[in-house]
């Protein structure tokens, strides 16, 4: 694995070379020692899957507060995807600063989402795969949300918003007085 900073501290983006041959290909999606070697990450608690059918369609954005915060380590199996970190750490000199990259299977590229970010991804091709490691379990008191629409935040989605679901549509949009999160 080949380890990229952004210019958000503490984003990073992973970018793994697979092992070809007549008969396929081996690549190693994840090792808990190098990254450990490289961000000091705590052990992986959660391991999720999504698939989103419809191109242009998106899923979040999302984000999970103290004393739940996590690192989420994102990853595309099937299809593309456009997808987007964004600093919500008070005081953080990145403080509402968004990163995107394509992920896709065959760019073998992952995000490595530090705690204090909100996460959210556009379908590129239908019927994309993501595979989602957390460093900490998934709890509804601590899950946050906000628009992916939000002007203030200004994500340039590459395609027109095809489908989005009734709960991310909900999410709050930011307010004037909205100082971040702490950790």
């Known amino acids: 694995m080949k380890l990229r900073l952004t210019a958000?501290?503490?984003?990073?983006?992973?970018?793994?070379?697979?092992?070809?041959?007549?008969?396929?290909?081996?690549?190693r999606l994840f090792c808990a020692r190098e990254l450990?070697?490289?961000?000091?990450?705590?052990?992986?608690?959660?391991?999720?899957?999504?698939?989103?059918t419809t191109r242009g369609a998106v899923r979040g954005l999302h984000f999970q507060r103290a004393p739940h915060a996590e690192m989420k380590l994102v990853r595309c199996l099937k299809g593309r995807v456009w997808d987007v970190a964004l600093d919500l750490r008070a005081g953080?000199?990145?403080?509402?600063?968004w990163h995107a990259e394509e992920l896709s299977a065959d760019n073998a590229r992952m995000m490595i989402i530090p705690e204090g970010f909100a996460h959210g991804f556009q379908v590129l091709d239908p019927s994309?795969?993501?595979?989602?490691?957390?460093?900490?379990?998934?709890?509804?008191?601590?899950?946050?949300?906000?628009?992916?629409?939000?002007?203030?935040l200004a994500i340039d989605w590459p395609l027109p918003i095809?489908?989005?679901?009734?709960?991310?549509?909900?999410?709050?949009l930011l307010t004037p007085d909205f100082s971040g999160i702490v950790l």
């Not at 953080?92 to 600063?97: D, G, K, M, R, V």
């Open 8 to 27: 958000l501290a503490g984003l990073m983006v992973a970018d793994t070379t697979p092992i070809a041959d007549h008969r396929g290909a081996f690549a």
């Open 36 to 52: 450990e070697a490289a961000i000091g990450t705590r052990q992986v608690a959660q391991i999720n899957q999504s698939f989103t």
């Open 92 to 97: 953080s000199p990145t403080f509402l600063q």
């Open 128 to 152: 994309s795969e993501l595979l989602y490691l957390h460093t900490e379990f998934y709890s509804a008191a601590s899950e946050g949300g906000l628009r992916c629409t939000d002007p203030r």
């Open 162 to 172: 095809a489908d989005l679901s009734q709960r991310d549509a909900g999410h709050p």
